[in-house]
């Protein structure tokens, strides 16, 4: 059996060898066929003929209706809201008067302190004479979008009137405060933009951010030296960092925490690495500098400074709706470009008359200013020494935020204590304080805590009310 | 309505090579003043855009200057432009040429006949300045569905009163302080107009949409919506971190298919089941007018057990025996849908939003929604406003205008729309839906059509790119019901004349009745 094998392979080589050095046959263009060249091209051929051969793969199989039908009837989708636990049934306190700083809650007078009214214009005769002439002149709606007839002429009379008071070109408005930011960031950064925020920002900034696709680098809130590690981060590992579009996004007073940034830091580092700045205005409007003109006021930056400002109105100027301002070119691309703004109504006339009613009352009295903040540092005195509790907000800010000195460990224990706190101090004291809560969406790391929002027309005897309520009752519930 | 002057003459200096054409849209040019002015002299460039009329605090200024550079200012060296010129194509070469038929101002309320601004331009369209001339002109185009825009007898005396009770805002989140009984008498309200068991309040329709649906599905869910559905829901649902599908428009058997395939393949790449699905569909569809196949669709998502979330931004209040939407018309049972969502910008005079449900999911949203806890509640002068124009609705003022309201608007979009097929017109959208685009499709005919009407008195919108495809450009026309039949009548007359005139009636006309007679007599 071997030996016929090995007589097998002997001849089929000595065949080969034949064949290769068969002599030259013929000669085609110039080539002469040697024995070799016929078997080195049935080679190629064979090696071509498997090449072209497809590689064998199992059928694939599609389901049929039926196993289709089967895992349809199969499947259990999950209810649609989880389940309903206790902490999730607390009420909100209802009032029955306007949210000035004194108000009406279930029937009983109280002092309030929820309500962002910073400069006390909400009851003021002059913004509601100005609403009632708007509401029997316009209605109450502007029903339609900015691009189909729900531009009023109020509308832009007050964008004017905006960007006149903060000196800079152009201003747009929204409609809702929390969507102004929302729209702008999408509108400006898109997929491969650079966006360094803070990390303490507020939902709807993070929200933004989401939405715009674009990479997004937290540094520690308020923390100047983090920013400044994590733009020269940034910059570095960008290859082409001049042809990306950058941006800074930094809030003036931090609604979870009260701090206050420091812009002139800011722009200093703006201008070194090349970026640029998107400012949250909603809390210092109308509430910081010498005549209420934001923070750019307070710090001594000059406004061009600073690419885009946006702000809710519904804190000081006690209406509501948004506005943003920057340069031309900024206020222009958002006509078109910016979503709650082109598919969305517009803001009812009656509020934009407000606004400007509310911007011309701030310009002819700057003292509520003085008012406001003599207030405020009357209230920071008295809250330095809550027992169990420590101020965190900046000394300057109308939002006074309190957290807790010792954790205790979980969030939501935290909340509990600081919401029994502040029912109690609404039901024995007649005060009105708020817990801060926090949605399931919203991924902020800082601390919860109790806010007061502190008023111009708040009297000195009220917020010595609220401070020494709260003492007392902190000291017996977190003792 | 343009004036258009003489082209200014422009100096040549600081233009440098660029050819300079009127017309050449700078989005990515000049308007900078801001260069100017740092300590270093105004260059040519700005003395340049400040001479083609920028004087401050003007609306919309806008300077000619050089393509090549981005036109931020002299010293923004190394910053990328903040709008990339290609992004810009469409506007700047197309949409820039017709800016005056779109975001006309008025000066009255949005009522039947309002006053509309005039507005001039001295560089072909580029920047439009405002005059303190206005023009009565018939009102087709705002959202004001059964006439509650303009003050109401029974509804501005109490909005006045709540105005001066609870002031123009709470400025507080619902939360803290910004809860008032008038909220809370709303809610209640709204939850018995709709069917459903509970109500929830926004103080804005986009953001009620973008901000719940996040809250309801995450990542790990399905959402199937339909092609044509509005720019709040797309953005709610890419800001969910869910898996987005879409369906054909209005087509129960193609929902039908994608269900079953998603369902049987599972998860992208992991192919895990689903942990929930939700569809998402619109009352009226606000570009088409059509009403949605509301019945067909609840069946499908019955069988394969998705939830189903009916936006009737559109629909709530304008059609129906009582006003009480889609669900009413169609005879679907509220209940059967999962969550209602609507606004009350468009059928009840006012702004925000509303979402109704079972009580359970209203709590949760109390409690999780960011909508409710981060942002300022509504404004009570329009809450009050809100539950007036219910109240008229339901019938509850003592009087019986809100069914003469219901049935005006019926009659009006019936007969409106009739006439239009019968002069020739392409228009879409089923019967009883007050929307009706007539289809105009080169987009070349929205203004002449936007700019006749408007020499003749009447104000219609006209929709294009990017709000409808390129090519399917229409003018939308909203039926009130505080038009009177010899409103109706006059827009026939202007609209049939403008149509003669620029050639939109793609479908024969059906001939006069005394023609037929006619005929008939000489057979």
């Known amino acids: 059996m071997a030996s016929a094998m090995v007589n097998v392979t002997a001849s089929v080589l000595d065949w080969v060898s034949l064949a290769f050095d068969a002599p030259t046959k013929a000669v085609v263009f110039g080539v002469p066929i040697d024995g070799h060249l016929v078997v080195e091209v049935l080679l190629v051929v064979v090696i071509l003929f498997q090449l072209t051969r497809k590689s064998y793969k199992p059928p694939k199989k599609p389901l049929t209706e039926k196993e289709i039908d089967e895992l349809c009837d199969e499947w259990v989708p999950e209810p649609l809201t989880p389940q309903i636990t206790e902490d999730m049934t607390d009420e909100a306190p209802t009032l029955e008067s306007a949210a000035g700083p004194h108000a009406i809650v279930n029937g009983k007078e109280v002092l309030n302190f929820a309500s962002a009214n910073y400069l006390g214009l909400i009851g003021n005769e002059k913004i509601t004479d100005s609403c009632v002439g708007a509401l029997e002149k316009y209605g109450v709606g502007s029903c339609g979008p900015r691009g189909f007839y729900g531009t009023i002429d109020v509308h832009l009379d007050c964008e004017q009137k905006i960007a006149k008071f903060l000196g800079t070109p152009d201003s747009i408005l929204y409609s809702y405060g929390i969507s102004t930011i929302f729209s702008v960031i999408p509108a400006f950064c898109k997929k491969g933009d650079i966006i360094v925020a803070d990390e303490g920002v507020h939902w709807a900034v993070q929200n933004g951010l989401y939405l715009s696709r674009s990479t997004v680098a937290y540094f520690k809130h308020n923390d100047m030296k983090s920013l400044e590690n994590k733009l020269e981060e940034v910059t570095r590992r960008s290859k082409h960092p001049e042809k990306i579009r950058r941006y800074i996004v930094v809030e003036s007073i931090y609604q979870n925490s009260g701090q206050i940034a420091p812009l002139d830091e800011i722009v200093r580092l703006k201008e070194k690495y090349r970026f640029r700045i998107i400012l949250d205005e909603s809390h210092s409007f109308g509430v910081l500098g010498n005549s209420g003109r934001g923070l750019a006021e307070q710090c001594g930056v000059p406004i061009e400074k600073i690419d885009i400002i946006t702000a809710g109105m519904g804190n000081a100027l006690a209406t509501d709706g948004g506005f943003c301002t920057g340069s031309v070119r900024v206020v222009d691309h958002q006509r078109l470009s910016s979503a709650g703004y082109v598919f969305s109504a517009s803001l009812p006339p009656y509020l934009a008359s407000a606004a400007i009613a509310a911007v011309d009352h701030l310009e002819e009295n700057p003292s509520i200013l003085a008012n406001l903040r003599a207030n405020i540092a009357t209230l920071f005195n008295e809250l330095s020494d809550v027992p169990g509790l420590v101020v965190a907000s900046h000394l300057l800010s109308p939002l006074v935020f309190l957290k807790l000195k010792k954790s205790t460990g979980s969030d939501k224990a935290d909340m509990h204590l600081l919401q029994s706190i502040a029912k109690r101090v609404l039901e024995e004291d007649s005060v009105l304080i708020v817990a801060t809560k926090r949605s399931s969406l919203d991924k902020c790391p800082l601390p919860i805590g109790l806010r007061f929002f502190v008023s111009a027309s708040h009297s000195e005897s009220d917020l010595l009310k609220a401070a020494t309520s709260l003492k007392r009752v902190a000291a017996l519930v977190l003792s | ?523």
């Open chain 2, 1 to 523: 309505m343009n004036r258009h002057l003489t082209q200014l003459k422009i100096r040549r200096s600081g233009l440098g090579d660029v050819k300079h054409r009127s017309y050449l849209l700078p989005r990515e040019l000049g308007g900078e003043r801001r260069g100017s002015g740092r300590g270093r002299g105004r260059g040519r460039r700005e003395k340049f855009s400040l001479a083609l009329g920028e004087e401050k605090g003007e609306r919309r200024g806008r300077g000619l200057g050089f393509t090549r550079q981005d036109g931020e200012g002299e010293g923004d060296q190394g910053y990328a432009p903040i709008c990339l010129g290609l992004e810009d194509f469409y506007v700047r070469r197309l949409y820039l040429r017709i800016q005056d038929c779109f975001g006309r101002p008025i000066a009255s309320s949005p009522d039947a006949w309002f006053d509309v601004v005039e507005r001039y331009s001295n560089d072909y369209n580029k920047t439009l300045h405002r005059t303190e001339k206005t023009t009565r002109c018939l009102n087709l185009g705002s959202y004001n569905y059964l006439g509650f825009a303009a003050a109401d007898e029974y509804c501005t005396p109490r909005v006045i009163q709540s105005l001066k009770e609870y002031s123009p805002s709470t400025c507080s989140v619902r939360v803290d302080g910004g809860t008032t009984k008038l909220h809370v008498e709303l809610e209640e309200l709204v939850a018995r107009f709709v069917g459903k068991e509970a109500a929830i309040l926004f103080g804005m329709g986009y953001v009620t949409n973008s901000a719940l649906i996040p809250c309801l599905i995450g990542k790990g869910g399905l959402i199937i919506s339909d092609s044509l559905n509005h720019n709040s829901i797309v953005n709610g649902a890419r800001g969910s971190g869910a898996t987005v599908r879409v369906f054909q428009h209005n087509t129960p058997s193609h929902l039908e298919e994608v269900l079953r395939e998603q369902i049987a393949e599972g998860q992208p790449r992991t192919h895990r089941p689903w942990k929930k699905i939700i569809v998402i569909v619109e009352g009226i569809y606000s570009m088409e007018g059509e009403l949605c196949k509301l019945p067909e669709i609840i069946a499908v998502c019955k069988k394969y057990k998705a939830y189903t979330y009916l936006d009737e931004a559109h629909s709530i209040g304008a059609v129906g025996q009582s006003g009480r939407g889609v669900c009413e018309l169609l005879g679907v049972d509220p209940a059967d849908v999962d969550i209602m969502m609507g606004t009350f910008t468009k059928s009840f005079g006012s702004c925000g939003g509303y979402i109704a449900a079972s009580k359970e999911i209203i709590q949760y949203l109390k409690y999780s929604c960011p909508a409710h806890l981060y942002a300022t509640s509504m404004s009570p002068p329009a809450v009050q406003q809100v539950i007036s124009a219910i109240k008229v609705i339901l019938g509850e003022d003592g009087s019986s205008r809100g069914a003469q309201k219901l049935a005006r608007i019926r009659e009006n979009s019936n007969f409106f729309r009739s006439e239009l097929h019968k002069m020739g017109f392409e228009v879409l959208g089923d019967n009883d839906s007050p929307v009706m685009p007539i289809m105009l499709y080169n987009p070349a005919k929205i203004p002449a059509f936007s700019r006749e009407c408007l020499r003749k008195n009447v104000a219609v919108v006209t929709v294009a790119f990017p709000a409808t495809p390129l090519l399917l450009a229409r003018a939308r026309i909203c039926i009130s019901a505080s038009h009177t039949r010899e409103d109706l009548i006059k827009a026939l007359e202007v609209i049939s004349k403008v149509g003669d005139l620029i050639g939109v009636k793609y479908f024969p006309a059906e001939p006069p009745k005394h023609l037929i007679q006619s005929h008939n007599k000489l057979e």
